[in-house]
């Protein structure tokens, strides 16, 4: 069955596009954790990172590539930003169709504390 990013991929549900080529889309993130918070989606169905193979190579190269043009397009290149992808239970993946979360706009405070 298609994921939901999949859904938006084929504008088959609507989304806020900041970005498309042949290999990514990225829109931003429905429930925003900061000012900035956009999802970089491969245009490949990829359930999780545990599943990535060297043949989807120009995919992971395309989200990078995407990420540095977002940011710089959003004007958060020069102060920072933070990618983020969740794997499984542990990482808190809620999609299971690879993506980053790219967030920013504000100082990110530390990564985690446990
Ligand atoms: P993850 O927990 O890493 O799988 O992240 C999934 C993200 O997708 C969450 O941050 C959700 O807020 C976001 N999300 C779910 N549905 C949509 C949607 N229709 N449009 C935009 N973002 C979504």
Same mark, same amino acid.
Request: charged share 20%.
């Given at each position: 069955?298609?994921? %939901? ?6 504008? &088959? ?10 290999k ?16 970089v989606?491969?245009?490949? &169905? ?5 599943d %990535?193979?060297?043949?989807?190579s120009? @995919?992971?190269?395309?989200? @990078?590539?995407a ?8 004007? %958060?290149?020069?102060?920072g @930003?933070?990618? %983020? ?6 990482? =808190?993946? &809620? ?8 967030l =920013? =706009?504000?100082?990110? =405070? ?5």
């Amino acid at each position: 069955m298609a994921t %939901i990013f999949t859904k938006i991929i084929n504008r &088959e549900i609507p989304a806020s596009i900041v970005f498309e080529n042949d290999k990514v889309i990225a829109f931003k993130d429905i429930n925003p954790q900061a000012p900035v918070h956009i999802l970089v989606v491969p245009k490949k &169905e990829i359930p999780t990172l545990n599943d %990535i193979d060297v043949q989807d190579s120009e @995919y992971i190269l395309a989200m @990078y590539l995407a990420i540095k043009d977002i940011a710089r397009d959003l004007g %958060i290149s020069e102060n920072g @930003y933070r990618i %983020i992808t969740n794997c499984n239970t542990h990482g =808190g993946q &809620e999609v299971f169709h690879l993506h980053f979360h790219l967030l =920013g =706009g504000k100082p990110l =405070g530390p990564m985690l504390t446990f």
